[in-house]
């Protein structure tokens, strides 16, 4: 009785200790999948393009506020868009990422996005915090933090005119915490007129940073045509210029032949975007 008393503590030990080992093995990994796509802002509905329509770049960040993991995407990826990552479900996440046109990858220092040279292109965010343990796959539609401003010329490019000169003010780094932008500074964007319509005239576009997603921001912008060796052939500026997060502004009129520096116009419904007449 004794021996078997003895064989039945042993194998209750045993599986014990099996059971505890298991538990002590067992993992908090989690596989988590993160898909970026873009809001499309004129349809107002869910996006169904994807973001390597409109950028070349996808820097994420995901921190548990003691450590950071970086991910940064090209979109001549295969997988570009999409993430997966292995993180501890038994914690929670901040999840950032910035999709931008810029050659090399933005920064983020306390929850301050800032780009290369301070330079703007097509870019959005997309923020979260969630939990592995709940949360395996996110669906993240990314939000313009900038608008685009667009002069159409309806009189033909003047022969020797090889490039437009913009230059305005506005902030050129993003929020996270607040949503708002910040470091204003004095921006000169060159474009050059490489090619024409069948008419002679053109169309060029640049992005402009808002104060935030939702207000509108006005500004000056000095548009200046030039030849190769940066001499004056046109000058205009456009006051109080509407831009908004997710719109696109656009200045059409004849650009060369009318001397009028001062301009009256009127804005369409933002939800149409704003076309204005000079």
Not at 215 to 234: E, M, R
Request: hydrophobic content about 35%; glycine content about 4%; overall charge negative.
């Amino acid at each position: 009785m004794k021996l078997k008393t003895i064989a039945t503590l042993l194998t209750m030990c045993a599986v014990m200790m099996s059971c505890s080992k298991d538990i002590e093995n067992e993992s908090t990994n989690e596989m988590v999948t993160l898909t970026f796509s873009p809001y499309e802002m004129e349809s107002m509905t869910r996006a169904t393009s994807s973001i390597a329509d409109y950028c070349t770049r996808l820097d994420v960040w995901i921190t548990d506020g003691t450590t950071t993991q970086d991910i940064h995407q090209l979109s001549s990826q295969k997988d570009f868009g999409t993430v997966a990552v292995t993180l501890d479900k038994t914690k929670t996440y901040t999840l950032t990422a910035v999709a931008h046109k810029c050659t090399e990858a933005a920064t983020l220092t306390n929850n301050v996005i800032a780009f290369p040279d301070g330079k703007l292109t097509h870019a959005m965010i997309y923020t979260s915090t969630f939990s592995p343990g709940t949360t395996t796959t996110l669906s993240c539609e990314m939000t313009r933090i900038v608008g685009m401003f667009r002069l159409e010329t309806t009189d033909a490019v003047p022969s020797g005119c090889t490039k437009m000169r913009f230059t305005f003010s506005c902030n050129d780094q993003w929020n996270t915490a607040t949503a708002t932008s910040s470091h204003q500074q004095d921006k000169e964007v060159s474009i050059s007129i490489t090619s024409t319509h069948d008419d002679g005239t053109v169309a060029l576009s640049f992005y402009v940073m808002p104060d935030n997603l939702t207000a509108t921001k006005n500004i000056d912008i000095v548009a200046t045509a030039l030849t190769s060796s940066d001499a004056t052939i046109q000058q205009r500026t456009f006051t109080s210029v509407p831009i908004k997060a997710g719109y696109k502004t656009t200045y059409c009129g004849a650009f060369f032949t009318v001397q009028a520096l001062d301009y009256t116009f009127t804005a369409n419904d933002w939800s149409t975007f704003d076309t204005i007449n000079f």
